[in-house]
């Protein structure tokens, strides 16, 4: 049973990655998933999340506009597009199971399981 993240990476300010969370173990499809980031010296913040009921999605104001979550239960994967990139976006990024606690609803109930993170690099 685990989360593994990818596609993480350096990129320009104003550039766009694509990160995966591919889940194994168990079945993704009845579990929200959120996205969190860690910058250097700072505490992990939360990022976004996507419900595994209706696939509904709910963001951090500071990423609204430029972040987009999406799910493909068939491949038991979920993406994070990150779009107009800012060195502030800098962090390792980690994704887990979440509960409704993070505005996203889950069949079922959250593991507290995380992935290893990826490191996305933004340079000015």
């Known amino acids: 049973v685990q989360l593994v993240e990818s596609g993480g990476g350096l990129v320009q300010a104003g550039g766009s990655l694509r990160l995966s969370c591919a889940a194994s173990g168990f079945p993704l499809a009845y579990y929200a998933i959120g996205w969190f980031s860690q910058a250097p010296g700072e505490e992990r913040e939360p990022v976004g999340c996507i419900s595994s009921v209706d696939g509904s999605t709910n963001y951090a104001d500071s990423v609204k506009g430029r972040f987009t979550i999406s799910r493909d239960n068939a491949k038991s994967t979920v993406f994070l597009q990150m779009n107009n990139l800012k060195p502030e976006d800098t962090a390792v990024y980690y994704c887990?199971?979440?509960?409704?606690?993070?505005?996203?609803?889950?069949?079922?109930?959250?593991?507290?399981?995380w992935g290893q993170g990826t490191l996305v690099t933004v340079s000015s």
């Open positions: 887990a199971t979440v509960g409704s606690n993070w505005g996203c609803s889950s069949t079922a109930t959250p593991m507290g399981l």
